[in-house]
């Protein structure tokens, strides 16, 4: 599966406290909420919605392409989130690396994934 994050409307490398799936604040996307639209979830189910689970438990379940970020073996019942989500979910959001180093860490973990990344503008 082709994915494109579009740079311009990233949320990225802020921390977390402001960070959404799709912020209902300034319409800016972490890397799962490009993901979920490109699976076809409509803009409405992931506004304001932080994480797979969040949107897992808004929509009953999640597209089959995304199923890897909430049905991982890795699974932490403390968190109710997997490995992958997590790494993921933290890198998008790390305040101590550079751009390039984000798109490495996220590009190789989708890619484990069965997804193509492709970062743009």
């Not at 989130?81 to 798109?103: K, P, S």
């Not at 590009?107 to 069965?114: D, E, I, L, V, W």
């Amino acid at each position: 599966m082709k994915l494109t994050i579009d740079r311009s409307k990233w949320h990225r490398g802020r921390g977390g406290v402001m960070s959404y799936l799709l912020s209902h604040y300034d319409g800016k996307m972490c890397c799962l909420g490009f993901l979920a639209l490109a699976c076809g979830v409509p803009k409405d189910m992931i506004r304001g919605i932080r994480s797979p689970l969040g949107l897992a438990n808004r929509s009953g379940s999640l597209p089959e392409p995304m199923q890897f970020l909430v049905n991982e073996a890795r699974y932490s019942p403390t968190t109710g989130h997997t490995t992958a989500a997590l790494f993921l979910v933290g890198t998008n959001d790390d305040c101590g690396i550079t751009d390039e180093q984000r798109e490495a860490a996220l590009s190789t973990c989708f890619r484990a994934n069965g997804i193509e990344p492709e970062f743009v503008n």
